[in-house]
T-cell receptor, first 111, second 120 residues
Framework: KQEVTQIPAALSVPEGENLVLNCSFT??????LQWFRQDPGKGLTSLLL?????REQTSGRLNASLDKSSGRSTLYIAASQPGDSATYLC??????????FGKGTTLSVSS | EAGVAQSPRYKIIEKRQSVAFWCNPI?????LYWYQQILGQGPKLLIQ????????DSQLPKDRFSAERLKGVDSTLKIQPAKLEDSAVYLC??????????????????FGPGTRLTVL
């Protein structure tokens, strides 16, 4: 049974810092992994999708890496901004099946 | 491309009452998911449809929850009777096996805004 752990559970940083969010999962036989952002009271917004054959994906100030064999993924946020404040969720998945989520990392960026 | 639509956005009911949620997935997405997200937790799958067939409902409390996806497009999730512990956000998501260049990868899931249910 897949279990997903995200560390840290919460993070507070001043604006401009580069930061890393960590995700680990127990079953490395995954098809892909998605990183999501969730604002309070909102649904999930897909940030990055990494296929199992890929090592990383980049979108703007976001970079996600995947080490499938060790069951780890990291989300790197460069030059953080107050608008980045949200909960970030990682979710590995197998082909055609539901995603398994961790509890997320709640990020607060102060100006 | 329009996103996943859900309604209502909020619902407050008394315990033992019934409630229904509606979801319209992204056009062309064959796979539809209903997730339950309890405060402070990540979403957990309730049921997955492929077209109008059920793929996985192993975590659906079938004594009180039911879901259908008629014609393989819209879906409804119903709770009857509701319990206090059903208070949560109900999220609908959809995906396609086939990638859309520049927009979506294969099996990339897109979520709706959710329905926040409060059971008193």
């Amino acid at each position: 049974k897949q279990e997903v752990t995200q560390i840290p559970a919460a993070l507070s940083v001043p604006e401009g810092e580069n930061l890393v969010l960590n995700c680990s999962f127990t079953d490395s036989a995954i098809y892909n992994l998605q990183w999501f952002r969730q604002d309070p009271g909102k649904g999930l917004t897909s940030l990055l999708l990494i296929q199992s054959s890929q090592r990383e994906q980049t979108s703007g100030r976001l970079n996600a890496s995947l080490d499938k064999s060790s069951g780890r993924s990291t989300l790197y946020i460069a030059a953080s901004q107050p608008g980045d404040s949200a909960t970030y969720l990682c979710a590995p998945g197998k082909a055609g099946t539901a995603l398994i989520f961790g509890k997320g990392t709640t990020l607060s960026v102060s100006s | 491309e329009a996103g996943v639509a859900q309604s209502p956005r909020y619902k407050i009911i008394e315990k033992r009452q019934s409630v229904a949620f509606w979801c319209n997935p992204i056009s062309g997405h064959a796979t539809l998911y209903w997730y339950q997200q309890i405060l402070g937790q990540g979403p957990k799958l309730l049921i997955q449809f492929q077209n109008n067939g059920v793929v996985d409902d192993s975590q659906l409390p079938k004594d009180r929850f039911s879901a259908e996806r008629l014609k393989g497009v819209d879906s409804t999730l119903k709770i009857q009777p509701a319990k206090l512990e059903d208070s949560a956000v109900y999220l609908c998501a959809s995906s396609s096996l086939h990638p859309t260049p520049g927009l979506a990868g294969p099996n990339e899931q897109f979520f709706g805004p959710g329905t926040r249910l409060t059971v008193l």
